[in-house]
């Protein structure tokens, strides 16, 4: 009975919570779009710490009205990115099936000339009920001050990643043979390789080690 109870406790608490994070995603969609109504007028709004959407019957607690400011807070950095770098655009319209149509085509072409096999086209072949249009967002830097963004383009599911894929299996062990040795893999890596710079006598007291950070990387990097 008393694992009974612990296993009933746990599965309420588990279910509750689901239910308070669906309310609070129903609760940012309500604020996005009361948001871009005042936007369209040309309003201006003070979203926070004030509550400008209040949805009757329903009551937030602290944590809820805290995640809802911070959504807001990350929507307008999110746009200042957008403005900043002039990298990435809201499309009008959506391009997924004519890029979908164009690798077929490509790939029919390439097997009907026989520059690949049939094994490689079932590889590459994008399939209709699972590929998805690349979308943005981004997670935020708590670790940096005022809690940045990080911008993430998710093509997990596109037409073309079959092909990135492919190839990836084909050129990354030409990159890591030539890579390995200035590339630090994670952080168990580093300490091995700072055990070995030590070893061989590299590091001194004058010693520095210095990190850097580029902005914005991904937005500089020719598409060409």
Same mark, same amino acid.
């Given at each position: 009975?008393?694992? &009974? ?5 746990? %599965? ?22 009361? !948001?871009?109504?005042?936007?369209? /007028? ?22 809820? &009205? ?7 807070? +990350?929507?307008? /950095? ?26 077929? #085509?490509? #790939? ?6 026989? %520059?690949?096999?049939?094994?490689? #086209? ?5 399939? !209709? ?6 979308? &943005? +967002? ?33 050129? !990354? ?23 070995? %710079? ?7 007291? /004058?010693?520095? &080690? ?7 990387? %991904? ?6």
């Amino acid at each position: 009975m008393t694992l &009974l109870k612990c296993y009933l406790s746990h %599965y309420t608490n588990r279910l509750i919570r689901q239910i308070r994070y669906k309310e609070a995603c129903v609760h940012v969609k309500l604020v996005r779009q009361h !948001r871009r109504h005042l936007l369209s /007028k040309q309003q201006i709004v003070d979203a926070y710490p004030q509550i400008i959407v209040d949805v009757p019957k329903i009551s937030l607690n602290r944590i809820q &009205l805290d995640y809802l400011s911070k959504s807001v807070d +990350y929507e307008k /950095k999110a746009e200042a990115y957008r403005q900043k770098t002039g990298a990435y655009i809201e499309l009008d319209s959506n391009p997924l099936w004519s890029v979908f149509d164009k690798v077929i #085509l490509f #790939l029919n072409d390439l097997r009907s000339k026989k %520059y690949i096999l049939s094994w490689q #086209l079932d590889k590459m072949m994008p399939k !209709r009920d699972t590929v998805q249009l690349a979308y &943005l +967002y981004f997670i935020p830097k708590p670790h940096k001050a005022g809690t940045p963004l990080r911008p993430i383009v998710s093509s997990m599911n596109m037409p073309t990643t079959g092909i990135s894929k492919f190839l990836d299996k084909l050129i !990354r062990p030409i990159f890591d043979k030539h890579a390995r040795s200035t590339t630090i893999i994670d952080g168990v890596d580093l300490i091995h390789r700072l055990e070995a %710079y030590t070893t061989n006598g590299h590091l001194i007291p /004058k010693t520095y &080690l210095c990190t850097f950070d580029i902005t914005d990387v %991904y937005t500089m990097l020719p598409q060409e």
